[in-house]
Nanobody
């Protein structure tokens, strides 16, 4: 069983930066596929960034070049560095984990372990 806890969300102005953290317990993040989803009001949950068990990273087009996903095995934590934030990035951000990555178009329900989410609001 893996417990995930996100932190680092908040209110930021357009163009600003935030770093989200996803701290794991109960199991190690090393060797797991770790993903970040987000969900804005009225929208479906969408995959934002992925880090495969082999440490390959993938991003949705709208965040490519602005967001970076990484993991620190010593801290058992995964991060999402978000730069040049836009109002359209406003959402609740969730981290999730699985033994393998299911690809860019896979449904969120395939990821077994989820955090509770952290709110990111980009507004002036």
């Amino acid at each position: 069983q893996v417990q995930l806890v996100e932190s680092g969300g908040g209110l930021v102005q357009p163009g600003g930066s935030l770093r989200l953290s996803c701290a794991a317990s109960g199991s190690t993040v090393s060797g797991k596929a770790m993903v970040w989803y987000r969900q804005a009001p009225g929208n479906q949950r969408e995959l934002v960034a992925s880090l495969t068990s082999g440490d390959e990273s993938f991003y949705r087009d709208s965040v490519e070049g602005r967001f970076t996903v990484s993991r620190d095995n010593a801290k058992n934590t995964v991060y999402l560095q978000m730069n040049s934030l836009k109002p359209g990035d406003t959402a609740v951000y969730y981290c999730a984990a699985a033994d393998r990555w299911y690809g860019l178009g896979a449904p969120a329900r395939l990821y077994r372990y989820w955090g509770q989410g952290t709110q990111v609001t980009v507004s002036s």
